[in-house]
């Protein structure tokens, strides 16, 4: 540890309650990664605070030292957005994880950043509540971490990302000041901004969360086609009619092959590819689209189709698909978890590219999707113990991104850019527009401490100028925007 | 440390909230990915420091978190083999060596276990030290259902018993250490029961400790010991299936073969191999009914033991017996699958943090209001009626899913 990091221990140390700032190296190496786990850096501290004063304390000291400081929640990221900084401090919200408040009348609840999301579930599924987003990891990762990554989840297709469900967040600004941020507020939409930023705008101490009625009627059907083409279509053909489902998620031979290894879940055996297919809300309503629904699969060739009759019939057609990406880990001793998104009517064009690429390369890819909304989760499987795999399974999973980028997509669908995929946001955004995120950053964080590194490609400093131009920046000279 | 088996982990934290030390204290390095994460440290070189010891030992080997793993991590095989590391590497406090050599030269003694039931002689400190878990022994038997009719001190279990009508099977039984000692009337219903469900039951005298305690504590040597002798006894006996009603016994002599294997002992795999050690309430769904169920009104809440949940992955079987009975109404408590804090000897080594678990169990259980509680492990009875009468509530009657099929089976009324 520096001199400086030692004082700053030390100070942080007399902030915090005991045994809340860690320095034992063995120790902290414990919080080198996150789920991404090819990126490594051993925190320089780690702090466990109990309260957002706690957490302001911590950063207003981070600031006196002109020290960087990262956030992480359960650590379960999926693209190095909580790697720590060896020269930083790592603020983990693990002991933050109580449930301040539930307003049934008002269908909100106040919770703290570590809470995980499914305990915001449990804690109104009695009362016939829940809360919506959903993503695989739910029962582990922290409602701070699905505010900074938007997360999604299955059902997003028909009820929204995490961005639709925050009605208000609490944080510490980079300066060490707590505020709230209110979908309410008048003016500009600083919470839709927070919401996605990773990290890089300050730390969520309190997340004001809206809770949704669980549906009337419920019902889930599985559908098992020869190849993959063939339920793609018949996501094109559910879609196209009208209907929305609450969910519709695909996986091909190779997810289903270590969803079986892992959790047995007993898919129609044959299976090229499986289909998931949730439909809710009023009874009336959903019988009359899982008509439909039935109609289009066998038209597309679904050679079995199950329906779930109850909660635990239903659990078990998901089981499989809830453990999918996890579950890789049975049948190859590592793997690349991608994310990307193209247009639903690329898909079956997409998929056939990444056919070709994992031929080509002799890497296998299992492929899970949120099929309705085209988020692709292509699982890179590799031998890390063979000389070059991993390479050559980068190269695949980066192609991959490419083909998203292509066809009109994007680089991430739900699990953020992080470090890991900072250098393709040049390949998205033109200069201007990787400008133009600089100084909303900027605005909330000049000194440029609060997870630094992360999103953008080439890490600036606020009082430079950004890219490559020199001069004054066009949005600045417009008199559109203020430098900082 | 099989760094394969460490490899297997990827780090995708499913298992933290499963983690009881997680749970309590939300930090890394005590979830098993953090203790996953510190055997790979310790395998790539970094020494076994105290830091790195205390947070192995503050694992109380509950499985939940195999259970939760969707890449099939063997935490269970990674957390042996570090205990064993711990043991030979670390060199522990003075008082803390006395204590737990005191442990393992008792519990896993029958004989030496029954002295030390009478007031102990032993020096002061180390008296302050195990009293807590003694202090628990006696009053949580008198807080027992007393489902079983007048309990004697001791119940002297014949050599066998014979089925009650047609014979359907012949299995032995283990008595097991501190159920044995501590509960002997859990062994006389479990006997009684197979019994009555047409078995004819074998119970061998010269039985000892089946390795359990050694082998969750790092002490593969004596834990072998034990296991080829608990072996050899039951091929003595005859019999090619062993009915056991703890779930920390149960869940190792189910492993027998892969210790045995763990060692390069092909033989002793292959003895192991060829009898079959099955938990009573997997034993008895699998058999299936015979004999009538006589009526039970109660309200029932069932623990799940980790060694039993976890460690063998029998959940519904007890709970199907349960709500079998006529009249008798199950309720779930809430947080089931998360370690009540006896695990084994933790209570005795890791007090604080076993006491702490054990409140929250203790609410969770009362909040059920539940007439009795069911559990499965001796360890957790004790652990749980201690924490109950520590809360300053009502005691709640414990009673062993055996004992409440015995009350049924005989038709009993007496029910606490
Ligand atoms: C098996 C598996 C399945 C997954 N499935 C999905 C899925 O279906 N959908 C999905 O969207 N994601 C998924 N993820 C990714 C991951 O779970 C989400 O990104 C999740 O939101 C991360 O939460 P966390 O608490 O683990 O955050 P961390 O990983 O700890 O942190 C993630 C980011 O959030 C920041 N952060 C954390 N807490 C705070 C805070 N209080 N204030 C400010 N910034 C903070 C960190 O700095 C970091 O940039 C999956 C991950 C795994 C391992
Ligand atoms: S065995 Fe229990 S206490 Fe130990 S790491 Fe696993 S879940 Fe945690
Ligand atoms: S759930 Fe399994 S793979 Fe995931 S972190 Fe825990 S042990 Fe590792």
Redesign the pocket.
């Known amino acids: 540890m520096t001199e400086t990091l030692d004082e700053l221990a030390r100070r942080l140390e007399e902030a915090l309650p005991p045994g809340a700032v860690i320095t034992d190296p063995v120790r902290l190496r414990t919080y080198e990664c996150?789920?991404l786990t090819h990126h490594r850096a051993v925190p320089g501290v780690v702090v466990l605070p109990e309260s957002a004063e706690q957490i302001a304390a911590v950063v207003r000291l981070c600031g006196e030292y002109g020290v960087p400081f990262?956030?992480?929640?359960?650590?379960?990221?999926?693209s190095g957005?909580?790697l720590p900084r060896t020269d930083g401090v790592l603020v983990v919200?693990s002991k933050m994880r109580r449930i301040l408040a539930v307003d049934l009348a008002n269908r909100r609840a106040v919770v703290e950043?570590g809470v995980t999301n499914l305990a915001i579930t449990e804690a109104v599924r009695e009362h016939g509540y829940y809360y919506a987003p959903d993503?695989?990891?739910q029962q582990?990762?922290?409602i701070?971490?699905?505010?900074?990554?938007n997360?999604?989840?299955?059902h997003c297709l028909k009820y929204g990302f995490t961005v639709n469900h925050v009605l208000a967040l609490e944080i510490v600004t980079p300066d060490g000041e707590i505020v709230t941020l209110d979908a309410d507020d008048p003016g500009y939409d600083l919470l839709g901004a927070f919401v996605g930023s990773?990290?890089t705008l300050?730390?969520?101490?309190k997340v004001t969360v809206r809770l949704s009625r669980a549906p009337q009627a419920v019902t889930t059907l599985l559908a098992a086609f020869k190849d993959i083409e063939q339920g793609g279509q018949a996501v094109s053909a559910i879609i196209g009619g009208g209907v929305v489902p609450a969910a519709i998620e695909m996986m091909d031979a190779l997810a289903i092959e270590a969803a079986e290894a892992a959790v047995a879940c007993a898919y129609p055996r044959g299976a090229g590819a499986v289909l998931i297919v949730e439909l809710d809300g009023p009874a009336a309503e959903v019988a009359h689209q899982f008509a439909e629904v039935e109609r289009v699969c066998l038209d597309s060739g679904a050679f079995e189709l199950r329906t779930a009759a109850g909660p635990e019939e239903r659990a078990a057609i998901w089981k499989g698909r809830k453990s999918a990406?996890?579950a890789v880990g049975r049948i190859s001793p590592a793997y690349i978890v991608q994310d990307g998104v193209v247009p639903r009517t690329a898909l079956p064009e997409v998929l056939a590219s990444i056919d070709r690429l994992s031929a080509e390369h002799g890497i296998r890819v299992a492929n899970v999707f949120h099929a309705g909304d085209g988020n692709l989760h292509p699982l890179v499987l590799f031998d890390d113990a063979e000389p070059g795999a991993g390479e050559r399974a980068e190269l695949v999973s980066g192609r991959i991104l490419d083909l998203c980028i292509e066809h009109g997509g994007s680089i991430t669908g739900?699990?953020?850019v992080?470090v890991d995929k900072s250098r393709y946001m040049p390949k998205m955004f033109t200069d201007d527009d990787l400008d133009t995120m600089q100084l909303v950053r900027c605005a909330f964080d000049s000194r440029g401490l609060s997870?630094p590194g992360?999103i953008f490609p080439t890490p600036r400093l606020c009082g430079e100028v950004p890219g490559v131009r020199k001069g004054v920046h066009p949005l600045v000279e417009s008199g559109r925007a203020e430098q900082f | 440390m099989d760094p394969e088996l460490i490899d297997d982990c990827v780090h995708?934290?499913?298992c933290l909230p499963t983690c009881p030390t997680y749970v309590l204290w939300g930090e890394e390095m005590d979830s098993p990915r953090g203790r996953i994460h510190l055997m790979k440290q310790h395998v790539e070189g970094t020494p076994l420091t105290d830091e790195m010891a205390g947070h192995f030992d503050a694992c109380l080997g509950c499985m939940a978190c195999v259970t939760a793993c969707p890449s099939g991590v063997r935490y269970d095989k990674l957390i042996e083999q570090t205990r064993a590391e711990v043991e030979r590497e670390h060199v522990r406090e003075p008082s803390d060596r006395a204590l737990r050599e005191l442990v393992f030269q008792l519990f896993p003694y029958p004989r030496r276990l029954r002295a030390m039931r009478l007031p102990l002689r032993l020096s002061a400190g180390l008296r302050r030290r195990i009293a807590p878990g003694l202090e628990r022994v006696n009053p949580s038997l008198a807080a027992m259902a007393d489902l079983a009719p007048e309990r004697p001190s001791r119940v002297r279990l014949p050599r066998r018993v014979e089925a009650v009508g047609r014979r359907r099977a012949t299995v032995g039984m283990l008595t097991g250490c501190v159920q044995g000692e501590f509960f002997p009337q859990v062994n006389a219903a479990t006997a009684r029961v197979l019994a009555m469900e047409g078995c004819e039951v074998v119970i061998p005298p010269a039985q000892g400790c089946c390795g359990a305690l050694p082998l969750h504590s790092g002490r593969p040597e004596q834990a072998v010991r034990f296991a080829r002798r608990t072996v050899a006894v039951f091929e003595r006996a005859g019999v090619d299936t062993i009915v056991v009603n703890a779930a920390g016994c149960g869940s190792t002599m189910k492993e027998y073969a892969e210790i045995f294997e763990g060692i390069g002992d092909g033989e002793w795999a292959g003895r192991a191999r060829a009898i079959r050690a099955v938990d009573l309430a997997e034993y008895l769904a699998e058999l299936g009914p015979a004999a009538r169920r006589h009526p039970l009104p109660l309200a029932v809440a069932y623990h799940d033991a980790c060694h039993l949940a976890h460690a063998q992955g029998v959940r519904s079987q007890p709970r199907e017996l349960l709500a079998a009975i006529p009249g008798l109404e199950l309720r779930e408590i809430a947080e089931s699958s998360i370690c009540c804090g006896s695990a084994g000897t933790y209570n005795l080594f890791q007090p604080e943090a076993a006491r702490e678990l054990g409140d929250r169990k203790a609410g969770r259980v009362l909040a059920t209001r539940a007439d009795l509680l069911v559990s499965a492990n001796p360890g957790c009875t004790m652990q749980i009626t201690s924490a109950i009468r520590r809360s300053g509530a009502a005691p709640i009657p414990v009673a062993h899913t055996a004992q409440v099929l015995d009350a049924s089976l005989r038709g009993l009324e007496k029910v606490a």
């Open positions: 996150d789920g990262v956030a992480r929640g359960a650590g379960t990221g999926l957005g909580a919200t950043p993503p695989s990891s582990v990762c922290t701070g971490g699905n505010v900074a990554e997360s999604g989840g299955a990773e990290g300050g730390i969520t101490t990406f996890a739900e699990h953020g992080g997870n992360k | 995708c934290g499913f």
